[in-house]
């Protein structure tokens, strides 16, 4: 699958990062390999994204995480609408253009995973793709998100109404699946 080892990816709070790294994630999230798979079309503001910042800070359950690789921000992982009640939460996530399609998307999962369902305790994750990235789909698929559903033409980009494909994972069947991926990325220890 890749070549990419779970100690070249990183995660670290959001809320913990310099103004540096905060207007590197905006700048992130509008370039065009990442907004075109984003519900919005429209580029992010410095103020709708501090307005976003300041949100997050009232949000106490909600992780949101830069994606380190090698030490650079290259991406952004967040889950969110955690309920320790229902132990479920929602999770998402962004890379930059440069490292899209190098392997670092599967250790991103990999790590997340483990982070909800061995750290966390969660039980169900659920996240939600564009039907128009049938890659990042594919890949959730075989980490062993099932589909759950389609809400067809639920967003519209560009003028056009695209479906949204809701997938989800209990985790017994991370359990099941962790084994495969932690020998393809030689990880033994959980997080």
Known sequence: MNKVS?????FAPLLDQSPEVIERIRNLRNSVEVSKYMYGDHQISTFEHAAWIESLRKKPCDRVMVVLYEKRVEGLVSLHAVSQEQKRA????YLS???QGKGVG???EFKLLDLAFEQMGLEK????VLETN???IEMHQKFGFKVEGLRRANV???GERLGVVLLGMLRTEWQEKRPHFSR???QDKKY
């Open 6 to 10: 779970v100690e070249r990816v990183e």
């Open 90 to 93: 929602e999770w998402a996530f």
């Open 97 to 99: 253009e440069e490292i």
């Open 106 to 108: 599967g250790v991103v």
């Open 125 to 128: 994750l659920n996240c939600e």
């Open 134 to 136: 049938p890659k990042v």
């Open 156 to 158: 519209v980009k560009e």
């Open 184 to 186: 393809l990325f030689r």
